[in-house]
């Protein structure tokens, strides 16, 4: 069994590696008893995001109800012939990562179904579910157990998952609005996208980014320096995006060059080795 179990966690570890350069380089940099549960996180979210947004030759809701399905029986059973499941049954049981973050994350898949366009309140739903809570959950992982630190880091821990998924929101307007009718910002008009519109959906970004930086410095030291990695990512792709005028944004993905990822690596474990980071 821990043959089995060990190497579900590894195959959570190629998907990440697989599909995100950044969260691979920031999960390296986090003390290494965090490397695997957090592997298994975003091995779990990666897989359901993909049925929502690429498993276009077949039925997404289908697929998408059996998968929240098989995640509850894994967690009641505490296995699963599925890896992705198995592993990431694993975290939730030993960090006690509670049910109603994983329905916020499966509803929030749910309504990517739909591809609606979102009022404000619908918004805030769509990234509680889709990115506050993923933070939450890895949050859980960070604290080992620890309640009351939990408490006073989930109200930033909430602001970093929502500042990554904004700036995701801008990084993928083309893909999410021409090619995937998902309209996310409330009261935009991506037809007449304007500067006016751009400027004040950084702003709110922005508010998130420092909110968010106030927790890092308060986290525990195995997990600071990954998670400040993911930070400075984010935030040097959000002012590549600053620095683009609205029209480039809709016809354009944005990115971090591999180069300038491996810049701010050696920069983060520099200063964390020098206790100097934040």
Do not use: W
Not at 126 to 145: D, P
Not at 156 to 162: E, F, H, I
Request: include cysteine.
């Amino acid at each position: 069994m821990d043959l089995f179990s060990e190497t579900t966690l590894k195959c959570s570890k190629l998907i990440t590696q697989h599909y995100s350069t950044s969260f691979t380089l920031g999960i390296k940099t986090l003390d290494k008893r965090f490397h695997l549960p957090i592997y298994a996180i975003y091995g779990y979210v990666r897989y359901a995001d993909e049925i929502v947004d690429t498993f276009h030759d077949h039925n997404k809701k289908e697929l998408l109800e059996r998968f929240e399905t098989d995640t509850y029986l894994a967690i009641k059973e505490k296995i699963s012939l599925n890896p992705v499941l198995h592993s990431f049954q694993m975290v939730v049981n030993k960090f006690k990562i509670p049910h109603h973050m994983i329905d916020a994350f499966l509803h929030s898949m749910k309504m990517d179904l739909n591809n609606e366009n979102y009022n404000q309140a619908g918004y805030e739903e769509y990234i509680y579910g889709s990115a506050e809570v993923v933070g939450l959950m890895c949050l859980k992982v960070f604290c080992e157990g620890d309640e009351i630190e939990y408490s006073k880091l989930e109200p930033s821990a909430k602001r970093l998952g929502a500042a990554f998924q904004k700036v995701n929101f801008l990084r993928d307007l083309k893909s999410d609005f021409k090619e995937r009718g998902r309209v996310y910002f409330p009261g935009v008009n991506f037809e007449n996208f304007t500067e006016e519109d751009k400027t004040t959906i950084e702003a709110d970004i922005a508010a998130d980014f420092d909110a968010a930086l106030e927790g890092i410095k308060r986290l525990p030291k195995g997990a600071k320096a990954g998670v400040y990695l993911a930070y400075i990512y984010y935030l040097q792709l959000f002012k590549k995006i600053k620095n683009l005028p609205s029209s480039k944004i809709l016809s354009e993905r944005v990115r971090v060059p591999d180069m300038k990822k491996m810049l701010l690596l050696s920069k983060t474990l520099l200063l964390n080795r020098l206790n100097a980071l934040v």
